[in-house]
């Protein structure tokens, strides 16, 4: 009997071991399929992406020209172009006008573009038309919309937004020509243009929270702003931390408005990181110092992203 049930047991597992075999095969052919479907778009991010990225870091520790000179060849300078970086006042500036740019930007758009996704959420009459009025400066391409705001910000009493001041009694103002407000203009052109998408994401993120945990609050004495704190916010936290992070890569990449609108200055007040690179490369053809200054970026906004993530996952 024992023998029997010996001979039972190897027999069951040997089914299993070949079941599982069959699973394992499945399993791989599956994979094999998913790699191959894949693949136009990894060969894509190999040859557009990750090739270049691995030739900036190289480039960044030589004196590599965008148009060589003649007479003079590639050399390995080792950490020189960091330490141009670091020790040059422009450079400087650069991040900080960065920093403080998406300082203005991101909380604006989180902030205004929570409030707008639920307004826009009721049931309402006319709220489709809301909608589509809010996100219809997102289809306008960036150098469209720094062409037409550069209008609004025209100095002089011409200028659109000063006719409208001097209706209040407020003098003209110079705007994008003042190194104290062109920042801040960047900044208000690109919450007007930007907000609309948010505002959209966070909204597809409200339609799924369940329309009986507001009336439980409601029967529960819970106010307005309780209901929001305590019920939207929360189950809002994995859309609010992709917004938060998508909103602060873009927002570091300032560049378009920069090019169309001011060209860094006045007194390099809108220079960013991103312009300088563009700048440095294929201005002044210094394609090491730009590499480095490109794999500069690239570790701040990953470390900012880990960070915002790290912060925002926990409970």
Not at 19 to 44: K, V
Not at 179 to 205: D, E, R, T
């Amino acid at each position: 009997m024992p023998s029997f049930l010996a001979l039972r047991s190897i027999f069951t597992m040997n089914r299993r071991s070949i079941s599982l075999r069959r699973s394992h095969h499945i399993r791989d052919g599956q994979t094999a399929t998913a790699w191959l479907f894949c693949a136009p778009a990894l060969l894509s991010v190999f040859l557009f992406y990750l090739i270049p990225f691995c030739l900036s870091i190289a480039y960044s520790f030589t004196n590599k020209m965008l148009v060589p000179r003649i007479g003079r060849s590639t050399e390995f300078v080792g950490v020189g172009n960091y330490l141009k970086i670091f020790s040059n006042d422009i450079a400087a500036k650069a991040f900080v006008n960065t920093g403080l740019y998406a300082l203005m930007v991101v909380p604006a758009i989180m902030v205004i573009g929570t409030i707008l996704a639920v307004f826009v959420n009721r049931q309402v009459k006319g709220v489709k038309t809301f909608r589509a009025i809010y996100f219809s400066p997102q289809v306008v391409t960036m150098t469209v919309v720094a062409v037409v705001w550069s209008f609004i910000f025209s100095p002089g009493e011409s200028g659109l937004l000063n006719s409208f001041l001097g209706l209040i009694g407020i003098p003209p103002q110079s705007w994008l020509q003042n190194s104290n407000q062109a920042l801040f203009c960047i900044a208000v052109m690109y919450i007007w243009q930007s907000l609309g998408l948010q505002m959209i994401i966070i909204l597809g993120g409200l339609q799924y929270i369940p329309e009986e945990l507001y009336e439980a609050g409601r029967l529960d004495g819970c106010s307005i702003v309780q209901k929001f704190l305590y019920i939207t916010v929360p189950l809002l936290k994995n859309t609010l931390v992709y917004v938060l992070i998508s909103t602060t890569i873009n927002t570091l990449k300032l560049f378009t408005q920069v090019y169309v609108l001011t060209n860094g200055g006045p007194n390099h007040s809108t220079t960013s990181v991103v312009y300088l690179l563009y700048k440095a490369g294929f201005i002044n053809s210094q394609l090491g110092y730009s590499s480095a200054i490109a794999v500069v970026f690239f570790l701040i906004v990953l470390i900012i992203s880990l960070i915002q993530n790290y912060a925002m996952s926990e409970k």
